[in-house]
Structure formats: structure tokens, C-alpha cells
């Protein structure tokens, strides 16, 4: 049975959440932006009236969100108070209590993703590091774990590019994550995960060390200016390899954007790759490629805006030993973050997607910090 200062824990929390989402501002700026949908020729501008309407939405659900912890933590309180007349059971009251409490967890987590590009769906890049076979197989299993905690939290998950290992896994692959708050979840898997285990690719059976790195950016949509210097892209086509029929493999439905990107803060020049191989539409992939570019040109354009450059250069390190964020040691059963000190011994659940743990500790610790 839950004890008084539970409760009291409870009702504090919700009064801060009140406080920290700002619902009473929130709801007159609803009702202000409700009246403007209700505009004659409101629906002229369709690009306009679309971000209007989704501005309202998101006004809404963070009223909604309230409302219903709000109501969960009202009820609770009764039901605490109906237990001392047995009208309710201690089972009834523990359960109610583990439901609220949860629902505020994740309306706080959501309360530290404020960020504009927060709300986005991500695009998540993993590139195999040092270790050859062991480390392709290593990049290949954390693509998994990602699309298994992408299916399990009801995200679309999609496979936008992919380049096999020489032996087996991969040596890189792209992922489109489609979500509210993708992006403002799998900011914190940015960074280069290590694993330790014994390998199944050596002979002598001993343990080794092996890096992946993952890169992860806001999949922007048509709402967002970006601007694209047409002269500055460049395409290649090829073959697509690995299965999917004989059009895969005689159709160079495959696409290369080459985009030679000049920095307008501080002149330097880069070439930005990217491939997709998503469809056996050349057009197709080729509007996909371009998705991609602004969502990459997007992501730089914020590195300047919250002058955060040298931090995200600092992030950029080589993938190999002693720069590693999280570790994966599967003999000891440990997975551990170093930036939060967070670790679980449930090995298996991790690989499997369950990294809900890992993001929340990243985001109570830096989230704050960031908005």
C-alpha cells in the first residue's frame, strides 16, 4: 500500500508540471489560435493554414496530456481516501498509484523535449568502426535494437539505405524513423557504442573489443525552409545489390547524391554523400535522397543557431577506444552509459529494444540543459 508522502510525491509533481507547461497560457493561446482556423479563406494559403493547424494540434495535446495525469492523480487522492472505508481494495489503490506516477514520467521526459526539432521523426546512421567482421556483425545487431525499440513504441521504422559486410552484418545503414518526439528520444544514441564479448569470428575464442558508431539528425518535412543550391548536387546511379528480384539487380534504380557543401559561417567546404536504395523507383529515390540533404542541412543550420558547434564538433570523435558513450559488456551481463552512469545487467532486453531506460536517464541529466 502506498504511504501518505507517496501520495503527497504525487500531487506535487502534477502541481509542477502545471507550473512548467504553463497550461493556463497554453489554453488562452488555444482558444486565440483555434479562432484564427475559423478565418474566411483560411484554407487559401494550404501551406500556411497546414502549420497553423498543427501549431493548434500540438496546443491541444499538451492540454489533453495534462487533463488526463490531472484527472489520474484527482482520482488516486479518492481512492486513498476510500480505502480507509474499504471501499476500495490496497491492490486497487497500488495499481491506480503505479498508473499515475508513469503517466507523469512521461509527460515530464516530454516537458525536456521543447526543442523545435525535437518533435521531428529522426534519421539514424550507423557506421561499423575498428574490428573488421566482429564489428560489421556488431553494427548490424544495434540496427536491430533500434528498429525493435522503434517497433515497440509504435514508430515506422524504414530501411533507407544499407551496405552489407564483406562477411557478414553491415558496414553501414541508414534508418527513418517516423514518430512524434523520434528525434528528441534518439538525440541522446548519438555517439559511438562499444561491445565487448567473446567473438563467434575467432578461432581462438578470446574476447574482443568492437565500436559502431551512430549518428542521428531531425528528418525534416516540407514546413521547414531549407535552402538547397541546385548547382552544387550532383547524382550517380547504380545497381542495387542484395535481394529483391532481377530489377534489383539490373535496374541502376540506385541513387548517389554528391552535395559539395559550403559552410555560410565559416567558409569551410565539405562533400556530402548520400545514398538510397529505398525503392526500385529511381525518382523515388532520388526525391528520398534530396529529404535527406535538407534534413542534414537543417541539422547544420541548428548547430549554428544554438551556438553549439564546438560541442558537436567535440562529439565527433573517431570510433575506436576511450570515446565511447555507452558500453556493451555481454560476458558480465552490463550495458552501461558513461555520460549518465545509468547500467542494467538485462543484456538480452537491451539488444531487444528496451533502451526506454537509457534515454530517460539522458534526458533527465541533459535535457534541462538544452532547452
Not at 558513461?338 to 543484456?347: A, E, I, K, L, W
Request: glycine share 6%; proline share 1%.
Amino acid at each position: 500500500m502506498i504511504t501518505i508522502e507517496q501520495l503527497k510525491e504525487v500531487k506535487e509533481r502534477v502541481e509542477q508540471l502545471h507550473h512548467y507547461l504553463n497550461i493556463e497560457a497554453k489554453q488562452v493561446q488555444y482558444e486565440e489560435e483555434q479562432l484564427r482556423t475559423q478565418a474566411p479563406g483560411f484554407w487559401d494559403d494550404q501551406k500556411r493554414a497546414e502549420a497553423q493547424m498543427k501549431l493548434v494540434k500540438g496546443l491541444e495535446k499538451w492540454i489533453k496530456s495534462y487533463a488526463a495525469v490531472k484527472s489520474s492523480c484527482d482520482e488516486l487522492d479518492l481512492a486513498f481516501e476510500y480505502y480507509k472505508e474499504e471501499l476500495v481494495t490496497e491492490a486497487e489503490v497500488d495499481e491506480l498509484y503505479h498508473r499515475t506516477a508513469a503517466a507523469i514520467e512521461d509527460l515530464e521526459l516530454k516537458n525536456m523535449l521543447r526543442r523545435e526539432e525535437d518533435v521531428m521523426d529522426a534519421v539514424l546512421k550507423i557506421n561499423a568502426g575498428a574490428g573488421g567482421t566482429e564489428a560489421q556483425d556488431w553494427a548490424q545487431m544495434l540496427m536491430r535494437m533500434y528498429m525493435r525499440w522503434a517497433e515497440s513504441n509504435g514508430y515506422k521504422c524504414v530501411v533507407s539505405n544499407m551496405l552489407d559486410g564483406d562477411d557478414a552484418g553491415i558496414k553501414t545503414c541508414t534508418l527513418e524513423i517516423t514518430g512524434e518526439f523520434a528525434y528528441g528520444y534518439l538525440k541522446s544514441e548519438n555517439g559511438v557504442h562499444r561491445l565487448v564479448r567473446v567473438s563467434p569470428y575467432n578461432a581462438q575464442g578470446k574476447r574482443m573489443t568492437s565500436f559502431a558508431s551512430v549518428f542521428v539528425t531531425p528528418l525534416v518535412d516540407d514546413s521547414i525552409e531549407v535552402n538547397i543550391e541546385q548547382a552544387r548536387i550532383s547524382w550517380d546511379t547504380f545497381r542495387s545489390s542484395g535481394a529483391g528480384g532481377q530489377n534489383v539487380n539490373k535496374v541502376e534504380s540506385g541513387v548517389r547524391l554528391r552535395y559539395q557543401y559550403k559552410d555560410p559561417y565559416t567558409g569551410e567546404e565539405e562533400e556530402i554523400l548520400i545514398e538510397n536504395t529505398e525503392t526500385r523507383d529511381q525518382p523515388k529515390n532520388k526525391e528520398n535522397a534530396l529529404r535527406l540533404l535538407r534534413s542534414m542541412l537543417y541539422d547544420k543550420e541548428l548547430q549554428h543557431r544554438m551556438q553549439e558547434q564546438a560541442k558537436v564538433e567535440a562529439g565527433k570523435k573517431k570510433i575506436e577506444w576511450g570515446s565511447q558513450i555507452r558500453s556493451y559488456v555481454f560476458d558480465d551481463r552490463r550495458v552501461k552509459d558513461h555520460r549518465t552512469n545509468y547500467q542494467t545487467s538485462d543484456v538480452t532486453g537491451v539488444m531487444d529494444g528496451k533502451i526506454d531506460a537509457f534515454i530517460k536517464a539522458y534526458l533527465m541529466e541533459f535535457g534541462a540543459e538544452e532547452n
